[in-house]
């Protein structure tokens, strides 16, 4: 999910006033966007004719033909089907300060986004963007959190913002427009929104009162770790899931310095606070009654985690969830990339979000289906429930029938759209014809653990070749126990049955001997943590280092193999 933190817009969440003008403007988002259902289709046509006036003068508008566009059909002959790398020219071109190029109106910054590859994209964020396609669908993504949980309004320090990541001096496209991940952005500020501030970024770590390198993001993430353990949080916004699984693991590993520091008043090293010796006594007593720390223990009030609750994190934020207390809830964040949005929960479902009809135009094609420029695209209302579809969305920001990598499955229709869910990337693994999506494996992944009644911390698997030059999939498995020697074949038994079942390019694979059976490699528990950290010490932004399933790279299967296999 895209978002915003800021401090320096306004009011701060320790006014009443100010609280009671983002409730409003939260609650009065979402209800435009139910109202909007009952006429999906007048709305999704009302989208593209924005797009088409707003635009029609642009290079790409000129070179498409956008002034003869009427319909979706059109639209569907004027502009091919494209992701990133078929629009990078265009963005270049813009980022380099050539006005006029994707969209009327400039870009004001430039978001990052590390798609599956890791290469840093420069996607365009213009303010009739931010105005028509991202405030309203991104106010409404707030709303089943702060009816059902209005504590973590009460005060700045009592959600634990985990992306909360502000930066004094952005890197720069050649134009010099910022070129930054979007919680970097203080849309305050930056697009006039004095409302915008997450709930979280005005608490004491929102803005860290020590120096501390712009790239140090470990020791940034401590830090605030450091001073929330001071605080009373109700609630954790982390977005991405690894971030959220990471936080228990950090207690502990930080836990003797974050106590000391307690004790001292100091922060990384440094005075801040006059000694605090009494709550320094208490989490000595929390280590020593307990043994192992856990959320819960340090926050006995935590309410609420919101991340995205789907994909790999679907396996592990059942037990994650026990971390931080009994009875938490976990709302999911929105189905959406820097790119765009594509689904926002608007209630407590736990996985999945009301396609957003009033922010880009949608078309979708069935995930099996590879993608092409002129491939075959359905509209919303002829999703069917229990589907798999690429997501393909244009909206006025300048992305037009862009695929943005995620494949998304169709849940159920509430007030009439469909409510989706993200089901991992667009990759495809193809070995030998088997042609798996990562929505194919976590099913089978789902359905071989829970037929043993058995649970993973987190996984991920790779192609390998034996002697005969015949591929096969490795599963690394980090579980919380070990399994038997008897358990762990009889999971790969049902896992390649599964697998069988979800993908028949697998059954035949298997059938004619072109694909071996899949096979374990056990470690550690804390195997998948560990190489979090280390991808994070190496400077990466911890929003960017998310769960993959296909992981083919060898030096991170010997990262996770050194020291840890079981």
């Not at 003797?256 to 004790?263: K, P, T």
């Amino acid at each position: 999910m895209t978002t915003s933190e800021t401090r320096q817009d306004g009011p701060s969440w320790s006014d009443p006033e100010r609280i009671e003008r983002y409730r409003s403007r939260v609650f009065a988002e979402r209800a435009r966007l139910r109202a909007a259902f009952a006429d999906p289709a007048g709305h999704q046509q009302r989208v593209l004719e924005d797009l088409l006036a707003f635009n029609a003068d642009t290079a790409y508008g000129r070179a498409h033909g956008f002034a003869q566009v009427r319909t979706l059909d059109d639209w569907r002959k004027a502009v091919p089907v494209q992701d990133y790398s078929a629009l990078a020219p265009w963005i270049e071109r813009a980022a380099a300060g050539e006005d006029n190029v994707l969209t009327a109106d400039k870009p004001a910054v430039f978001f990052t986004s590390s798609g599956s590859t890791g290469a840093h994209k420069k996607i365009p964020v213009t303010p009739q963007f931010m105005r028509t396609t991202f405030f309203p669908f991104y106010y409404a993504a707030w709303a089943p959190l702060i009816e059902h949980f209005p504590d973590v309004l009460a005060r700045p320090d009592a959600v634990l913002n985990l992306k909360h990541d502000p930066i004094a001096a952005p890197p720069t496209t050649a134009s010099g427009k910022p070129h930054v991940g979007a919680s970097q952005v203080d849309f305050g500020a930056k697009f006039g929104e004095p409302l915008s501030a997450e709930p979280g970024t005005s608490a004491p770590w929102a803005t860290l009162p020590v120096p501390v390198a712009a790239d140090a993001h470990l020791e940034k993430m401590y830090l605030r770790l450091r001073l929330a353990v001071e605080s009373d949080v109700r609630c954790v916004i982390g977005i991405n899931p690894a971030m959220v699984a990471a936080l228990p693991h950090q207690l502990n590993l930080w836990w003797e310095r974050i106590v000391q520091e307690v004790r001292d008043g100091t922060l990384g090293g440094h005075p801040y606070r006059s000694p605090n010796p009494e709550r320094a006594r208490e989490l000595d007593r929390l280590a020593a009654h307990f043994g192992r720390v856990r959320p819960a223990h340090v926050w006995p009030n935590m309410r609420a985690l919101f991340c995205w609750t789907t994909g790999l994190a679907s396996l592990y934020l059942p037990r994650l969830r026990e971390e931080f207390g009994p009875g938490i809830t976990l709302l999911p964040a929105p189905v959406a990339a820097s790119e765009g949005p594509t689904g926002v929960a608007l209630d407590r479902h736990p996985t999945a979000g009301s396609l957003v009809v009033t922010a880009s135009v949608y078309e979708f094609a069935d995930a099996d289906t590879d993608l092409a420029p002129d491939v075959a695209t359905l509209q919303p209302h002829e999703l069917e429930p229990g589907r798999d579809y690429h997501t393909i969305f244009s909206h006025i920001g300048g992305l037009y029938r862009y695929a943005v990598g995620d494949v998304v499955r169709v849940v159920d229709r509430e007030d009439s759209v469909p409510r989706l869910e993200y089901t991992g990337r667009n990759t495809l693994s193809n070995a030998a014809g088997e042609r798996l999506r990562d929505a194919h494996v976590l099913r089978a992944l789902t359905t071989a653990l829970a037929a043993g009644g058995l649970e993973l911390r987190n996984t991920a698997c790779r192609v390998v070749h034996d002697q005969q030059g015949t591929p096969s999939y490795q599963f690394a498995l980090a579980s919380a126990t070990p399994w038997s020697g008897d358990e762990t074949d009889a999971f790969l038994t049902r896992l390649d049955r599964a697998l069988a079942h979800e993908s028949p390019g697998y059954q035949r694979a298997r059938a004619q001997h072109r694909l071996g059976a899949p096979t374990a490699l056990p470690l550690h528990p804390d195997a998948f943590l560990d190489d979090w950290h280390a991808a994070v010490a190496t400077g990466v932004r911890p929003t960017q280092v998310k769960d993959r399933l296909f992981r083919q790279d060898p030096a991170l299967w010997q990262r996770l193999t050194d020291g840890n296999g079981s």
